[in-house]
């Protein structure tokens, strides 16, 4: 289903090239092994999924917008994005620009002033569980997996932007979108290579990701409910799709589990997925997850 796509341009976003690298690296060797291909953007910015649009309504849909001009420069037709943050604000200004005359108008022509080229809403916004599950699929992941992880209990979470708002992601709406409301997406890939997904009704609970050093206790609460769910359910590990919740979960573990009495490890699907196609926890970077999955993995990798 590659041709679904087209030219895929990857927005690595602003985690990926920090706390997040395990999460890309593991992305390119999947993608690599499923020889799967796309173009990651350069000079890219920060997609203001944060504050910025609630400080500055044109910002928020301007620096997004930049990034969409960068993938019509290449020639992309789908703008791939590994954090559901930046899938989200990507997508929203989409929305916007193919909406609303007059915010295309005047994002295009402070684009121009930037020396930028302006953006037709040309492009299709995708996760990179969506582009892996559809342009390769369960069934002939299935078939090449090298290491299974048969019994391995797993709670994927998925975060509360990976699917909403519907209207700016288009989920629901057509077979190669997830669900918005019971996404499965992750749970087929992990499903393929022996894992076995909990009953977990907190997969797009949010987190407190965005509020984990403005408001520490709120986020703490969040993330606990999160972790408590998965555990109460027998999950062994709690895997990951969002950098942002990745990050903030894990720096808050110690002081979760001092403060509720639950703690559990992480790990990014892709990670996992590198892991049964064949790699080891070095080229995965496993040792940078400050949770140690080692752990519960290591059974697994003998």
Not at 270 to 280: D, M, N, R, Y
């Amino acid at each position: 289903m590659t041709e679904t796509y087209g030219k895929v341009a990857f927005y690595p976003g602003c985690a990926l090239d920090g706390l997040g690298k395990p999460y890309e690296v593991s992305i390119q060797l999947v993608a690599n092994d499923l020889g799967l291909k796309y173009e990651r953007l350069d000079d890219y910015n920060c997609c203001g999924a944060l504050e910025v649009k609630n400080v500055n309504t044109m910002a928020g849909f301007l620096l997004p917008a930049r990034n969409l001009s960068l993938a019509n420069r290449v020639k992309a037709n789908t703008v791939m994005s590994a954090c559901p943050g930046c899938h989200y604000s990507l997508s929203r200004t989409h929305y916007f620009m193919s909406k609303y005359v007059k915010v295309k108008d005047r994002v295009n022509f402070y684009l121009k002033e930037m020396g930028e080229l302006p953006y037709e809403n040309n492009l299709f916004m995708i996760h990179v569980v969506e582009f892996i599950r559809n342009a390769f699929g369960p069934e002939k992941l299935k078939a090449i997996v090298k290491r299974r992880f048969d019994g391995l209990k797993v709670a994927p979470y998925y975060g509360c932007l990976y699917v909403r708002p519907k209207q700016y992601l288009q989920t629901g709406y057509m077979k190669i979108k997830d669900d918005p409301e019971r996404p499965v997406f992750m749970d087929e890939l992990l499903q393929s290579i022996g894992a076995e997904p909990v009953q977990f009704e907190a997969k797009v609970m949010c987190c407190g990701g965005p509020h984990v050093y403005s408001d520490a206790e709120t986020s703490m609460h969040l993330e606990a409910r999160i972790i408590k769910e998965a555990v109460r359910n027998g999950a062994e590990l709690l895997i990951t799709d969002c950098p942002l919740g990745h990050v903030a979960i894990e720096t808050n573990m110690t002081k979760i589990e001092k403060k509720y009495g639950v703690r559990i490890s992480l790990v990014y699907f892709t990670q996992l997925l590198a892991l049964a196609l064949g790699h080891s926890p070095e080229e995965v970077m496993l040792d940078a997850n400050i949770t140690r999955p080692m752990d519960v993995l290591k059974k697994y990798l003998r």
